[in-house]
């Protein structure tokens, strides 16, 4: 190739390499705004993303309040966190997926609104319960947190069951008591009165106690005037369970009573009072494994609420009234609510008004469990208050008695039929 080609073509090469870079060069320049430019549905994205990763936070942490320190799953666990789904909104979640289940609910309540049992859980307000909202800012206020399940005609909040706390120091040494004529006398029972029709024969299948056993009464205690000082050592709520002892042996039914004085323990330990149920608990481990007959166990209480709270006219007797705990942190929740609402509804059908409600209680501030989780028939009954008589108290005994013989032989023929049926199967 010769110098002319060569020369021609370097020329063709760096004008057209010349005239590229002279394009780029003079290519048109665009200012650049300062501001970014957003589009709304990015915002409305993020906001949305936003509100849910915090609720989705709020949720967990309710529910992992509700689990113990070693965050293990235990089925105790596992029914704190789900005490505030009830049985409708189970039977509406599965009816999402299988139209069978809706079948079982009324209209009104297939529709399913997770709004509120999520707010409850994440927060502990509940719409329907005003003290929710201050229950925790408020001092006391969370004494009034408990869940009334069977209610009396005109009962409130007020008259909800109150657990006084006393000061050991101050009622270690017994007072001198009075009216002792309506403390021991002996139950109205005619020499001639016939056995009872059923019995238990030597088996005892109701065991009572008294977490609280020096829990009294001050109608009983000279010169004692204040609520909080409405104890002693030997007249005091054991009386009452030593009667309805009478009262259901009268009606067959086998009874233990025990009479471990748990308050002694508290003072010669040096424990505090809201020990009370830590220290009954062995106590009654104990009794239901030495006796394996035992169907149900009582813990009678007095209330610390006023006479006015806690006394009711029928028929021209007087009673002091009754009232049923429960503790909503145990597993057999469920089974010993039952039992109380049946009671409670007996109760005052035979005598009206008797039965001040069922409530249960959880949380801050009480025990929770009661130990009613050592047997699926166990009740916490509140038998009057700290201004109530033993005249009235014994009255209340009795009846109590007759309603719950009536409900204990009529349960144990339905179970009689039962174990035949699967015999004969």
Partial sequence: MDDKVLSSLSNSYGRSKFLEERRTIVKPYRRQSPFITIQGIHIVKAVGIFVIVMFLLFSLSGVITKLNDSFRLSSLNVHNAVADLNIEMVY??????????????????QKISLAKPLIAMATNIEFEDPTSFLGRELPGLYAYQQKVIAPRDGSDYTDMPIESTPSIKEIEKD?????TEDIDPAPAVEDTAPPPEQTTGEKDVVYIYSAHNRESFLPHLEGVTDPDLAYHSEVNITKVGDRLKEELEQRGIGTAVDKTDIYGKIINDGLDYTESYDIARPVVQEALAANRDV????????????RGKTTIEINGKTYAQIMFVIGRENPNFEKNKRIAEELHNRLNEVYPGISRKVVSKAGTGVDGVYNQDLLGNALLIEMGGYENNFEELYNTAEAFAEVFSEYYWQAEAVNTDEETDKTQQ
């Avoid at 007072?175 to 009216?179: L, Q």
Wanted: aromatic share 8%; proline share 9%.
């Fill in 295 to 306: 169907s149900y166990v009582m813990d009678i209480h007095r209330d610390a609420q006023p």
């Fill in 175 to 179: 007072v001198p008591v009075k009216n």
């Fill in 92 to 109: 509406a979640v599965m009816g999402t997926e299988n139209r069978y289940f809706l079948e079982g609910l009324p209209k009104s309540e």
